[in-house]
């Protein structure tokens, strides 16, 4: 046997993965040979899928370790400390949903890589299973020939020319060389038990195929909605959404890590068979089929024989032989014997026809057909296959770290939201330059009234007149007060009006503020009030 090829190279990515370490349960050492049936070899895959295993009850220990650490070192943060911490939540959220969408277009390629190589290879088995087929359909249907239909015609005509012995010894000759074709037709191999394991193989692999596509489909949307509910959980400060994508979350995570398992365990038993896929079939076949046939299929080589030439040659030898026998007996007996014109006529269409099926057959028995679907099969399954499940088992470890970071994020995201509530909260609802409580003023008009801090002044006519009424929340612009200040008292009264100078009051006014501010108004009211007596 060759020990190499030049038509076909395993992938250097197939040798790297036939060359990783190969261990049983027990971590004892097992061949790298591709052995399917071998229950040591399905314990060295089993292996590589327990060590993903492995290191899914690692990245949720880790988890598990952060979460717990994150609430019990939780302190008490000052208020300007907290924007980092929120700018450090937004970028490791963004960072996270870049990684989660490149890997999905990873996974996408991968998946569709796959797809191809696979669908490629049941391609080949379609084609080499047709040839199969077609091999024995033309073997039977002339060996069927020879034995129903010529023997027919042949002993019609022993009965019509029984009185010239010189035609009966041509008969005869012809019956035995029809024999000669039957026996070498008996020789060839059968390939009907190949062609239903390559049928059940297809049916398997076809199968399995659709409905990893469509798994993997699924869970390519599966990732991009979570995604889409973490960026709507933070843009809406949703804990209802945060939620959600937390339980989604973990479950992904779980999702991503056993898919990594099957991926590289099919990947690794995949490549072992790519590396030496010759070995394999020859061990498989060794028991219904002759090593030299296989051989001959396998490589291809023109400098190895025919197995099927000789039975061919007397094949077509024979054929001939008897071509130019029935030729004679139309050209001489049939003036003598013109009843015998049918079956005579019957006979060289019947060998017309097998001449046919002997070019069908010697080309379909020709090794470049089914050497060419040998080749596409391998490199569908070892170059698009192998390639596309590497790069599945890539998207499964960015899924991973993704969702490991958004699951982390999340924690600081809820207390974050937290503060702010707190912030919210602490603001007072009475507070004329808080903006809630201007709109719960507007709405709820029957409030408790609070004394104004604008100006005090009388009517048109005289200011001795006049008592400090108690007025309500006005929402009259900065110039209304000044415009009432120049009325009644000549002067705008800016000490009155602490925040006009400043544009738009600041968004919250805590209760200290507000009760420095009522002390210094009492006291202007006190003022006035002894300068103006009723």
Request: aromatic content about 10%; some cysteine; overall charge negative.
């Amino acid at each position: 046997m060759p020990p190499a090829r030049a038509d076909y190279l395993a992938p250097w990515w197939a040798a790297w993965l036939h060359g990783l370490p190969h261990r049983g349960l027990r971590l004892q050492p097992v061949p790298a040979a591709f052995r399917p049936r071998d229950p040591d070899y399905q314990q060295s895959l089993l292996f590589l899928g327990l060590v993903a295993a492995v290191c899914l009850g690692l990245n949720l220990l880790f988890l598990t370790v952060y979460l717990i650490c994150l609430c019990c070192c939780k302190r008490d943060q000052e208020p300007d400390t907290k924007r980092p911490h929120s700018c450090c939540v937004t970028w490791m959220a963004v960072t996270a949903g870049l990684i989660c969408c490149a890997a999905v277009g990873i996974g996408f390629y991968g998946n569709s890589e796959t797809n191809d190589g696979v669908y490629q290879l049941l391609y080949a088995l379609d084609h080499a299973n047709h040839t199969l087929t077609g091999i024995d359909a033309l073997v039977a249907g002339t060996t069927l020939q020879m034995q129903v239909g010529l023997e027919q015609h042949l002993a019609r005509l022993n009965e019509l020319l029984a009185a010239r012995g010189d035609y009966l010894q041509t008969l005869k000759f012809m019956q035995q060389l029809a024999g000669s074709i039957v026996l070498q037709l008996s020789g060839l191999p059968v390939w009907r038990g190949a062609s239903d394991d390559l049928t059940a193989l297809a049916g398997h692999v076809a199968y399995i195929e659709y409905y990893r596509w469509l798994a993997y489909l699924l869970f390519f949307i599966l990732v991009l909605t979570i995604c889409l509910l973490a960026c709507l959980g933070l843009a809406k400060r949703s804990r209802c959404l945060l939620t959600t994508m937390l339980c989604c979350g973990l479950l992904t995570l779980i999702l991503s890590w056993a898919s990594m398992a099957v991926d590289t365990a099919t990947a690794v038993g995949t490549s072992d068979f790519c590396v030496a896929p010759d070995k394999f079939i020859m061990n498989e076949t060794e028991s219904d089929i002759s090593a030299e046939v296989v051989h001959y299929y396998l490589y291809c080589d023109q400098s190895l024989s025919n197995p099927f030439q000789q039975a061919l040659t007397v094949f077509q030898r024979s054929l001939t032989t008897m071509q130019i026998q029935i030729q004679g007996l139309i050209q001489f007996a049939l003036p003598l014997f013109p009843t015998a014109e049918k079956d005579l006529l019957g006979v060289q269409q019947l060998l017309n026809s097998s001449e046919t099926s002997l070019h069908q057959l010697t080309a379909m028995l020709d090794c470049r057909g089914l050497h060419k679907d040998y080749l596409d099969a391998l490199i569908g399954i070892c170059y698009d296959g192998v390639e596309g499940l590497l790069y599945l088992v890539l998207f499964s470890l960015l899924v991973a770290a993704s969702f490991s970071t958004i699951i982390c994020a999340t924690p600081r995201a809820w207390k974050h939201f937290a503060g702010r509530d707190r912030d919210y909260d602490d603001m007072d609802e009475e507070d004329p330059f808080n903006p809630q409580a201007r709109r719960i003023a507007t709405h709820n008009p029957a409030r408790g009234q609070l004394r104004s801090f604008c100006s005090y002044s009388s009517s048109l006519g005289s200011q001795s007149s006049l008592h400090p009424p108690a007025q309500t929340i006005s929402n009259a612009p900065v110039s209304e007060y000044m415009n009432q200040a120049v009325l009644f008292g000549g002067n705008p009264r800016y000490e009155n009006v602490p925040l006009i100078g400043r544009g738009s009051p600041p968004p919250t006014y805590s209760p200290s503020m507000r009760a420095t501010y009522l002390s210094v108004t009492d006291e202007h009211i006190r003022h006035h009030g002894t300068e103006f007596p009723a």
